[in-house]
Structure formats: structure tokens, C-alpha cells
């Protein structure tokens, strides 16, 4: 099993900055993609980044040039450094991480909002 902790959520004002930390822990045995998903109040969630194994990204257009999606494997840590905050970004933002025991499988973190201000 694996845990996600999440962390770094908040109040920021339109044109701010946050970065968002999810640390994995439990009985893995090496993480492979590793990624951010949000979900605003009434919406379905949505992809917001990837980061896998080789260390390509990918973005969703609405984040592209303003988010940055990256890894540190030796903590087992994924975080979104995320600039040029919108009032649009406001959401509970969850991680997500597969391990390569099981790709089909995905562990989800409980969430952390951010919400952002105009």
C-alpha cells in the first residue's frame, strides 16, 4: 500500500504563487508516474500534470507556462510549483502515483485546497 501526504495548500491572491509537496510512503516498490489532478466545486477532476518515470511531463493546456511539475525520487516527493495563480485554479488539488508493481493501479492523496483570490 501506498500513502500520500499532501501539502502546501492555501490563500493566495490572483497573480501569486503556491508550491504543493505529496510525499509517498508505505510498501512500494518503485514509484513510476507520478501526478497532480484537481478538482473545482461542481466539476469533474481533471489532469493538471505528469511527471513519469524518465522524467517527460505533461500538462494540461489551461496550466501550461505557469505550472511546473517535478520529482524527487530519492524522497519519494512530487510537487507543482505553480506561478501566475488565477481565480480559475481555485480547486482541491490531489497527487496521484503508480507503483511499477502494479501500473493499473492508482494511489490518490486526500487532497489540499488552494484557492485563489481576485
Known amino acids: 500500500q501506498v500513502q500520500l501526504v499532501e501539502s502546501g495548500g492555501g490563500l493566495v491572491q490572483a497573480g501569486g504563487s503556491l508550491r504543493l509537496s505529496c510525499a509517498a510512503s508505505?510498501?512500494?516498490?518503485?514509484?513510476?508516474?507520478m501526478g497532480w489532478y484537481r478538482q473545482a466545486p461542481g466539476k469533474q477532476r481533471e489532469m493538471v500534470a505528469t511527471?513519469?518515470?524518465?522524467?517527460?511531463?505533461n500538462y494540461a493546456d489551461s496550466v501550461k507556462g505557469r505550472f511546473t511539475i517535478s520529482r524527487d525520487n530519492a524522497k519519494n516527493t512530487v510537487y507543482l510549483q505553480m506561478d501566475s495563480l488565477k481565480p480559475e485554479d481555485t480547486a482541491v488539488y490531489f497527487c496521484?502515483?503508480?507503483?511499477?508493481?502494479?501500473?493499473?493501479?492508482?494511489?490518490w492523496g486526500q487532497g489540499t485546497q488552494v484557492t485563489v483570490s481576485s
Open positions: 496521484t502515483v503508480r507503483d511499477l508493481r502494479d501500473v493499473t493501479r492508482d494511489y
Open positions: 508505505g510498501s512500494f516498490f518503485r514509484l513510476v508516474d
Open positions: 511527471i513519469f518515470s524518465a522524467g517527460t511531463t
